[in-house]
């Protein structure tokens, strides 16, 4: 499995906690994203990411007007099928995580 396969399951998991925190636009998930040190992720990488999450039924949109007049924006919200998602993402998180941070701790390297 290579390092971009890795990081669009990490990317996946992390764009379902920031819309279920409240609905977001992809312009605002990127800024989230690179203020957590996600500093690689660019606008092409996370919509694709965003439209077989709709795919899948795990996030809905919603078209709305911007207050200062410019173009519509896409809004995404989670959708019980993608709160369920995230769930199960935190469960396998915590558990691949636990694992490496062990294997790493005994390792013997200093």
């Keep these: 499995m290579s ?3 890795i990081l669009k399951g990490i990317l996946e998991g992390c764009l379902l906690s ?23 992720v660019s ?7 965003l439209l077989r999450m709709k795919k899948e039924g795990l996030v809905t949109t ?3 007007t ?3 007049g410019g ?3 896409k809004y995404y919200s989670l959708t019980r099928e993608g709160y369920e998602e995230l769930k199960e993402f935190k469960k396998k ?5 636990e694992s490496v941070n062990q294997l790493l701790k005994e390792d013997g390297a200093k």
Aim: no cysteine.
């Design 93 to 97: 998180w915590s558990n691949i995580s």
């Design 43 to 49: 606008e092409g990488s996370i919509y694709p990411l």
């Design 71 to 73: 173009p519509k924006r």
């Design 3 to 5: 390092s971009s396969q």
């Design 18 to 40: 920031i819309i279920s925190k409240g609905e977001t636009y992809g312009y605002e998930m990127i800024e989230k994203l690179s203020a957590n040190g996600f500093t690689m």
């Design 62 to 64: 919603t078209s709305k």
């Design 66 to 68: 911007v207050p200062s």
